[in-house]
Nanobody, 120 residues
Framework: QVQLVESGGGLVQAGGSLRLSCAAS????????MGWFRQAPGKEREFVAT????????NYADSVKGRFTISRDSAKNTVYLQMNILKPEDTAVYSC?????????????WGQGTQVTVTS
């Protein structure tokens, strides 16, 4: 059974940085798409970034382009989200998700989420 476990959330001041990690296990991820999503209180969940595990191609929401970087470490089966120049509006629960295999149209595995709070 595929499991995704996020870590690295916390409290940070505006302008600061955090790195989130998503440790994946229980599956074959060489043909998958991994994504980060976030949900702020009272708001819909929104897409943040994705990475194609095999080719490494990435995609970002406009709101985080130039500030966030998604990457993966195949040896560790881990996906990262480096978040720089954080803003109070980045405050949300960040969740890792996977489409395994990549041809699936919806994310079929989700982590439990990690809280990121950015203070002004």
């Amino acid at each position: 059974q595929v499991q995704l476990v996020e870590s690295g959330g916390g409290l940070v001041q505006a302008g600061g940085s955090l790195r989130l990690s998503c440790a994946a296990s229980g599956g074959t991820f060489s043909s998958s798409v991994m994504g980060w999503f976030r949900q702020a209180p009272g708001k819909e969940r929104e897409f943040v970034a994705t990475i194609n595990w095999s080719g490494g191609s990435t995609n970002y929401a406009d709101s985080v382009k130039g500030r966030f970087t998604i990457s993966r470490d195949s040896a560790k089966n881990t996906v990262y989200l480096q978040m720089n120049i954080l803003k109070p509006e980045d405050t949300a629960v960040y969740s890792c998700a996977a489409r395994v295999p990549a041809w699936r149209s919806v994310y079929n595995y989700w982590g439990q989420g990690t809280q990121v709070t950015v203070t002004s």
